[in-house]
């Protein structure tokens, strides 16, 4: 008797999870698909293509997340919600704990729903790539038991950044990004054991939805300064031998050459030296020859389109990477910097009350974008201590701002219920 009633319930259950998705897409329906973009990116879903597509993975998406809210209102409070509306208010957890995984350096950060940071720091589980299954096991499980706090999944969601199986690009699969991937996936067999609500977050999408990297190419070095680190292109002079060109140069000049080719060789007929030796450096060959007025044949050109446009998209991709670290740091010394000047408000002198209100100036006035939480950052002091002491400011403001960047997601999600919801959701 107890199966058989177990099966009707089953089999009800999967009919209203059917209706409630069909309400759902007929609700959304008279959205265009350049809408259902924006909705979706702004609940930090992967748009994906085709309406249809948009359609069944945002209903999808609304009706769990709606199933999700009401379950959490139960937990929390022992009740029915008397409303739809404050259900769906539960989609928005009290905490969350956003991890940026790393086998050297991950971090953690925990944040209350208000914006205070109750624990933020960084961990090194190992000091070097390690396969061994059972070292890995021991290691990732300590860490969960000792060092993450342990919150049931009513109150708590556990963000973890998605791991990539490339790096670069390359077609080979480094060390590093193995041992990450087993990392993530222990991380997630220790907490789904523990009862605990996970979510899984693409740091792609939270890069794109703070605006922390652009799309201008890094390749043009015209109206950018050089990063730190670099060295600027050598000016010529009359009568001297100019320097080595940085490697840079070099690639913009491979990119420009197979941007132009084409037209280069219907007015020029054959290649300069400077085309010349830039094709050789492009195919590894020794580029110090004399002047050459050989045709470049249809071999030379493909090769070099493929070298030459491989090298400018390692580049490109160095230099994102790069903006993106400085615009992150930037970012949360923003909010750090906010935070203990509210809570010295009174109790620090007025030259350094201003000293502190010029660099958040300077800070919202220079080009990084500005991430405005919902709710303003609270730094402990012992906390924002160790953030300016920390080597790897990188790694914890990565996890740092993924949180935040979640939990404006779910603001827009909880308007997206109220708007767009099922009824059904009264009876999951």
């Known amino acids: 008797l107890a199966s058989r009633l177990s099966h009707v319930d089953a089999k009800d259950a999967e009919q209203i999870d059917t209706q409630a998705r069909a309400e759902i897409a007929a609700n959304l329906a008279a959205l265009k698909v350049s809408q259902l973009n924006d909705v979706m990116r702004g609940c930090g879903l992967t748009q994906g293509t085709g309406k249809a597509h948009k359609l069944a993975a945002l209903s999808s998406f609304i009706w769990s997340s709606q199933v999700l809210a009401r379950r959490r209102y139960l937990d929390l409070h022992q009740r029915s919600p008397p409303t739809l509306g404050e259900a769906h208010n539960e989609a928005i957890p009290k905490e969350i704990v956003s991890i940026d995984i790393g086998f050297r350096n991950l971090a953690f950060a925990h944040v209350s729903r208000g914006g205070k940071v109750l624990d933020w720091r960084r961990v090194e589980l190992l000091t070097e790539a390690n396969f061994e299954p059972w070292t890995l096991a021991s290691v990732v499980e300590r860490f969960v038991q000792t060092e993450l706090p342990l919150r049931p999944a009513s109150m708590c969601t556990?963000?973890?950044?998605?791991?990539?199986?490339?790096?670069?690009?390359?077609?080979?699969?480094?060390?590093?990004?193995?041992?990450?991937?087993?990392?993530?996936?222990?991380?997630?067999?220790?907490l789904r054991h523990s009862g605990a609500h996970i979510v899984a977050i693409n740091p792609i999408q939270v890069s794109t939805h703070l605006g922390l990297i652009d799309g201008r190419s890094s390749s043009s070095t015209e109206s950018q300064p050089p990063a730190e680190g670099e060295s600027e292109a050598?000016?010529?002079?009359?009568?001297?031998?100019?320097?080595?060109?940085?490697?840079?140069?070099?690639?913009?000049?491979?990119?420009?050459?197979?941007?132009?080719?084409?037209?280069?060789?219907?007015?020029?007929?054959?290649?300069?030296?400077?085309?010349?030796?830039?094709?050789?450096?492009?195919?590894?060959?020794?580029?110090?020859?004399?002047?050459?007025?050989?045709?470049?044949?249809?071999?030379?050109?493909d090769v070099l389109k493929l070298k030459g446009s491989k090298s400018l998209s390692t580049l490109r991709e160095s230099r994102r990477r790069q903006i993106k670290k400085e615009r992150t740091i930037s970012i949360v010394q923003s909010w750090v910097l906010?935070?203990?000047?509210?809570?010295?408000?009174?109790?620090?002198?007025?030259?350094?009350?201003?000293?502190?209100?010029?660099?958040?100036?300077?800070?919202?006035?220079?080009?990084?974008?500005?991430?405005?939480?919902?709710?303003?950052?609270?730094?402990?002091?012992?906390?924002?201590?160790?953030?300016?002491?920390?080597?790897?400011k990188d790694d914890l403001c990565d996890c740092l701002t993924q949180g935040v960047a979640w939990y404006i997601w779910q603001r827009n999600v909880v308007d997206l219920l109220n708007q767009y919801g099922s009824m059904l959701a009264n009876t999951a």
Do not use: C, W
Request: hydrophobic fraction near 35%; glycine fraction near 4%.
């Open 158 to 190: 556990y963000l973890i950044e998605h791991q990539r199986f490339r790096s670069q690009g390359s077609a080979a699969v480094t060390d590093s990004v193995m041992v990450n991937n087993l990392i993530e996936a222990l991380l997630y067999a220790n």
């Open 234 to 301: 050598p000016t010529a002079k009359r009568g001297k031998k100019q320097g080595k060109r940085p490697k840079s140069d070099q690639i913009e000049g491979i990119a420009n050459l197979i941007a132009h080719m084409d037209e280069l060789l219907l007015e020029q007929k054959q290649l300069t030296s400077t085309q010349h030796m830039l094709i050789q450096q492009a195919l590894g060959k020794d580029p110090r020859r004399k002047r050459s007025t050989r045709a470049a044949t249809n071999r030379d050109l």
């Open 338 to 392: 906010d935070s203990l000047s509210r809570a010295a408000t009174g109790q620090i002198d007025s030259a350094t009350a201003r000293e502190i209100k010029q660099h958040l100036e300077s800070l919202s006035s220079s080009d990084t974008v500005q991430l405005k939480p919902s709710s303003p950052m609270e730094f402990p002091a012992a906390m924002a201590d160790m953030f300016g002491s920390e080597r790897k």
